[in-house]
């Protein structure tokens, strides 16, 4: 599907909750542009505004400053009529999965049709197709408690699609599930993306989920957006603390460097199956220390980073660098804060 157009943008918005203590900045300055057809991820760490941001693009919440617009249309002008037509073209799953108990789980999937006024028959024939889709289709009179939580995801997914949204937001969706069924929920979302043309947006603090399925990532921090790019980007050089905090993890402050230069090599693009570093210690004839390696095959590409050591012979040292700047490897040289 073509994703040139924005399905949903964010123009500043900003959201302020009223407490005891005070006023708390739980979004500021957000812009964003979801275009239709992508996934997109969004993550941060607990606290950093991710649930608050995905609920101002529904008007869950409703943003202090600022505009949310869904197709071109601002939602802050819709009659609630309007605004509850739209809520039912964004549907949303959630982490616990919020199924009715004394419901089965094929009146679980009808339940929205209900809602939204479709006749008994319709809803019924809809929710076993979804249910189907799903892979639970012989499960149809099963009680919620009777499955497991990755059957209870799936059953939340048909349950999602029942009003033909046009967007699936889902807000921890994975984060309750292990990691086998985790990975079988991400192939069922990207099958959905792929096959229906849903604009899937993920919430999460797993960086792992948005390698998987996302073509792009807003990393939100404190409350703002701290970087924006399509996944490769982000993943083979983030520019923020929170960025490479995510990705990386703390593994490199806890390395000892010793004296030598020390470079990160970004990469960016290259093909996964080209040696990189053999290739340079068989042009430079000189050996290299590797302090610190992340990098990961997306789609064949080599994406990530990689800290060196470079020789304390300044000739040697500037033999590795001439190579790479040669190959059009991005570098640079990295202090104490890497």
């Given amino acids: 599907m073509d994703i040139t157009d924005a399905i949903i943008r964010l123009a500043d918005v900003g959201k302020v909750f009223q407490t005891a ?18 996934i997109f991820g969004i993550i941060g760490l607990s606290g950093a505004g991710k649930s608050t941001l995905v609920r101002c693009m529904n008007f869950l919440e409703e943003p202090t400053s600022g505009e949310v617009l869904f197709e071109g249309k601002s939602l802050a002008s819709l009659s609630n009529a309007e605004l509850a037509k739209v809520r039912q073209s964004m549907s949303m799953i959630f982490q616990q999965f919020n199924l009715l108990s004394q419901r089965n789980i094929l009146q679980n999937v009808c339940f929205p049709m209900e809602i939204a006024g479709f ?17 639970l289709g012989d499960r149809a009179k099963a009680y919620p408690a009777q499955l497991s939580g ?17 967007v699936l937001l889902c807000d921890e969706a994975t984060s309750a599930l292990d990691p086998n069924t985790t990975k079988s929920i991400l192939t069922l979302l990207k099958q ?19 390698e998987s399925i996302c073509d ?18 982000i993943f083979s050089g983030p520019k923020s603390k929170i960025g ?6 703390g593994a490199v402050k806890n390395v000892d460097f010793g004296e030598a230069k020390r470079y990160r090599i970004l990469f960016d693009g290259l093909s996964s199956h080209e040696p990189v570093i053999s290739n340079m210690v068989l042009a430079c004839k000189v050996p290299v220390n590797i302090l610190y390696a992340a990098t990961r095959d997306i789609n064949g590409m080599a994406v990530g980073q990689m800290i060196v050591q470079v020789p304390q012979n300044p000739e ?15 570098y640079e040289e990295v202090g104490n804060d890497v």
């Fill in 150 to 166: 990755g059957q209870k995801q799936r059953v939340a997914i048909a349950r999602a699609l029942a009003t033909n949204p046009k």
């Fill in 244 to 249: 490479r905090q995510l990705i990386f993890g």
């Fill in 21 to 38: 203590n005070g006023e708390v900045k739980a979004l500021e300055h957000i812009n964003l542009d979801i275009k239709a057809g992508e």
């Fill in 316 to 330: 040697d040292a500037e033999r590795v660098l001439r190579y790479l700047k040669g190959a059009n490897i991005p």
């Fill in 192 to 210: 959905i993306n792929q096959e229906l043309g849903i604009t899937v947006i993920v919430i999460t603090h797993e960086m792992a989920v948005i």
């Fill in 216 to 233: 792009r990532v807003a990393i939100i921090d404190k409350s703002q957006i701290a970087e924006l790019g399509t996944v490769a980007e």
């Fill in 119 to 135: 006749k008994k028959e319709e809803r019924q024939k809809r929710a076993l197709e979804l249910l189907n889709m799903v892979g």
